[in-house]
């Protein structure tokens, strides 16, 4: 969902427990689990694909 190539940046391990902490509450549906760290970590998808997409940020 979010088009990280590189996992070794900062902000994917910040991602990756977000994710194993929904995962935990019983959450299985990979694109609920994508959707619910996205809100919860407040990424916001149309500014960062924009921000990606030219080089910006």
Not at 17 to 30: L, S
Request: proline share 4%; no cysteine; glycine share 10%.
């Amino acid at each position: 969902m979010l088009g990280w190539v590189d996992r070794n940046v900062p902000v994917a391990e910040i991602a990756a427990k977000k994710i194993i902490e929904i995962g935990a509450t019983g959450a299985r549906d990979p694109a609920e689990i994508s959707k619910l760290a996205v809100e919860q970590l407040g990424i916001r998808l149309d500014r960062w694909r924009r921000e990606a997409r030219f080089g910006l940020g």
